[in-house]
Every structure is written in structure tokens, then in C-alpha cells.
């Protein structure tokens, strides 16, 4: 765990990760010395010291993911605050800020499709855009799985499109044995019929099946006035 410290260095933001106190007191009562300064971000770029411990380097790695990572979050749900409370200024807000409306737009957009509470911290905000576009029952399913496999963004991307290619290939599959099963000769027959009418094929089979269903409910019903 370290603490953030944010500050000025030659006009760029920094954020000073150092490690916590009882990380420092434990080092003072081994006798080391505390580093002079921890890892800084700037507009350009990293400033790492020298000699940093590969501790301090993996705990910074891991906040520095964590941030970026929330900062999608964090801008959309400006946007959206702003765009609900400020209709009128909001633009102006972003402007003053000099952030980019599209980029904002979307960040926004996936904020908007993921209320507060259904937000999974283990996945990334790029796992939940992936997603925004479905329904919310299916976004509940795959953030299970995700979750649970321990995804990265393109191995959810490939799964949901392994998903809906199967569900096409189902499609057609079903759609293959609705249709029916006709001999070439039988067709070439028909065609001859139908062109012998003067009208389109498919017109002729219409017709024809409708002129046969009619009579044979004629019949029925004929039949079943004789019987009454």
C-alpha cells in the first residue's frame, strides 16, 4: 500500500507514490534508510529513481493500473453528472478542463449502461464496454464468466463472437429443417407449371398450396355439415 502525494515539478502534475508508514518505520527499525523520493508521473512520462526496490516498483506498477483503470470510470460519471445538473454548461466545463467531448462521450455512455452497483472491480472498465451494447441480462452473464475465467478484454471479445457465431450456425441449422425436401425432377416441373401461368415460381407455389388448402377445408367442412 502506498500513499499519493500530488504536486508541481517544472509545471507537470506528479503523483509521489511512497510506501506507507509502518512499511517506513519497519525499515527504520531494520536499519535501512527511506528511498528520497518514490516514483513520480508527469505530463512526459515516469521518473523513477535509482535503486528502487522491485517491491516498491511492483506496488507502484499496480497503482498506476489501478488509476488508469478508474479514470474511465471517473470521467464518465463527470460527464454524466454534468450533462444531468449543468444542461446548459456542461461544454463549457469540458472545454475549461481540455478534455475531448468523444472520448468523454463514450466513457459516459458505459457509465451510464452500468449502474454504480453492478461494477465489477476485478474487470477492467474496457471488460464493461465491451459489453454496454447488450441487454442487461446478458451483461450480468458475461461479467460472471469474465470474472470467473480471469479474462482479459480480448479473450471475452473472442468468446462473446464464438458465442454468437454458434447461435448462427444454430439458426441455420433450425432454419435447414424447416424447409423442405423437394427431388430436382419435382422442381423442374413445377417451374414448367409455372411458367406455362405466366407468373413467378414462388407466386405459383403460394397459389397452388393455396388453392389445395382451401379445397381440402372445404371438404372438411362440407363433410362435417353432412354429418350434423
Known amino acids: 500500500m ?16 511512497r510506501r506507507n508508514p509502518d512499511a517506513v518505520a519497519r525499515q527504520r527499525r531494520s536499519g535501512g534508510d ?3 523520493r518514490g516514483v513520480l508521473t508527469t505530463n512526459v512520462g515516469l521518473q523513477i529513481p535509482a535503486g528502487l526496490t522491485f517491491e516498491d516498483w511492483e506496488r507502484a506498477g499496480r ?13 464518465g460519471d463527470w460527464l454524466v453528472y454534468g450533462k444531468d445538473h449543468y444542461t446548459d454548461r456542461y ?3 469540458i472545454r ?20 454504480f452497483n ?4 476485478a474487470l477492467s472498465f474496457q471488460h464493461h464496454a465491451e459489453l454496454a451494447s447488450l441487454p442487461v441480462d446478458e451483461q450480468e452473464l458475461w461479467l460472471d464468466r469474465a470474472e470467473q475465467m480471469k ?6 471479445r473472442t468468446a462473446i463472437r464464438v458465442a454468437r457465431e454458434d447461435d448462427t450456425r444454430d439458426e441455420k441449422q433450425i432454419e435447414t429443417t424447416r424447409r423442405l425436401a423437394v427431388p430436382g425432377s419435382r422442381l423442374q416441373w413445377w417451374h414448367k407449371a409455372a411458367a406455362q401461368s405466366g ?28 354429418s350434423a
Do not use: H
Not at 475549461?96 to 449502474?115: I, K, M, P
Open 63 to 75: 497503482q498506476l493500473s489501478g488509476i488508469v483503470n478508474s479514470s474511465s470510470w471517473w470521467l
Open 91 to 93: 461544454q463549457r466545463g
Open 34 to 36: 527511506e528511498p528520497r
Open 151 to 156: 479474462w482479459t478484454t480480448k479473450q471475452l
Open 96 to 115: 475549461a478542463a481540455g478534455l475531448q467531448y468523444q472520448t468523454l462521450r463514450n466513457y459516459a455512455w458505459v457509465s451510464r449502461r452500468f449502474e
Open 199 to 226: 407468373i413467378e415460381f414462388e407466386q405459383w407455389v403460394l397459389a397452388t398450396l393455396d388453392n389445395a388448402a382451401e379445397q381440402v377445408l372445404d371438404e372438411v367442412t362440407e363433410q362435417a355439415g353432412i
Open 118 to 121: 453492478r461494477r465489477r472491480a
Open 2 to 17: 502506498m500513499t499519493n502525494q500530488a504536486g508541481d515539478l517544472d509545471g507537470s502534475k506528479v503523483v509521489l507514490f
